[in-house]
């Protein structure tokens, strides 16, 4: 796996830098989408990931594009050291290239409310 | 005790599960390097995530679990000096009237153990919604420290910061009181969460806790309990030892055992499965811990 670069819109991204929540996986860097990169969007809501289930290839790039409505909410991907808050009126975008096959649980990292703990899901690489 | 010490008088009198022995790095040292004078045998115990409030099949006795595991308390045939409740007092709500009800309860409930003094400190269940302004309301301060016959105590407080971090403030907090302590100082941590990456696929970690065990590492004599993940657990962060307790709700998975982390069912067959206390024994003469783990009721 290999984490090319991370993103948040240009137009939030000195405001997420100020506030002091940009918090990315260690390899991430800030970059452009590469427009041939299939984006995924994922809505992250009190409290579930919208979807819950993310379907990848191996060695696919692809784009995870968070919103969250409600609070600020997590995103960890820990099996490829990915995270990022996601803020409510915020588009944040992650870039992962996974390197190995499986199902990999990913979970909402800020606790959220009564159903935090159930605030998960399952990228599925094949 | 005299003649016979409280770890011997556990294994012969077959109280409780197993005795763990915590190997530390101060275990290692020279008996002798030891200032004893101040050193003295005590022990305490510790009782976590009681979840005050939770409703729901994983536990049928949740309104009943928490006073019977006072009851074993007070029932011990020697008085500890101190009770700790490491963290998840109570169960979350997002209705803080409710949860001031729940921390209420609680203390009500805890008001019946019969040693005093009984110390608190703060889980994400009770803390992280409010940055724990209800948990200091009814429990005091979410870090601090305390001094009890040689040992030098440090409660550390991961969860009022919704994503799990200490934070710079509290690690620079941390790092002064250190720098007070001798290095060889006999040093316990108490903390919710733990300090080191457990199973971060199920936020079993502490976003920044390596940083406390770099500042923890210099001191020779260092062990933590930690609650959070329901279940006995025993880890060595070089010579930093780290056990976590069972919890009084439902026990959880060993990490990673299963593909999410769902409490295991409870089982009529044998109610109380998997909960439990435990008591921890400070021994002058070998500077190490004896863990005793209890059932939330004699069998």
Known sequence: ?126 | MRGLDRRQFLQLTGVGGAVFMSGLGGAARAADSLPGSSYEDFFFVQLSDCHWGFEGAPNPDAKGTLPKAVASVNALEQVPDFVIFTGDLTHTTDDPTERRKRMSEFRDIVAELKVKPVRFIAGEHDASLDSGTAFKEFFGATNYVFDHKGVHFIVLDNVSDPGARLGDEQLAWLADDLKKQARDARIVVFAHRPLFDLYPQWDWATRDGAKAVDLLMPYADVTVFYGHIHQEHHHMTGHIAHHSAKSLIFPLPAPGSQPKRTPLPWNPAQPYRGLGFREIEAESKAADYALTELPVQKA
Not at chain 1, 11 to 18: E, G, Y
Not at chain 1, 35 to 56: G, K, Q, T, W, Y
Not at chain 1, 70 to 75: Q, S, T
């Open chain 1, 1 to 126: 796996m290999s984490i090319d670069s991370s993103l948040i819109d240009g137009s939030r991204r000195k405001l997420v830098n100020a506030l002091g929540i940009l918090a990315l996986g260690s390899l991430a860097t800030m970059a452009p989408a590469q427009s041939e990169d299939r984006v995924i969007d994922i809505v992250a809501r009190r409290f579930e990931f919208v979807p819950d289930e993310l379907h990848v290839h191996r060695g696919e790039t692809v784009i995870l594009r968070f919103t969250a409505p409600d609070v600020p909410m997590g995103f960890h991907l820990a099996d490829f050291g990915l995270r990022t808050d996601i803020m409510p009126g915020m588009t944040t975008t992650l870039r992962l290239t996974p390197d190995k096959v499986g199902s990999f649980i990913f979970l909402c990292d800020i606790f959220c409310g009564t159903g935090h703990e159930e605030m998960n899901g399952t990228l599925i690489v094949s």
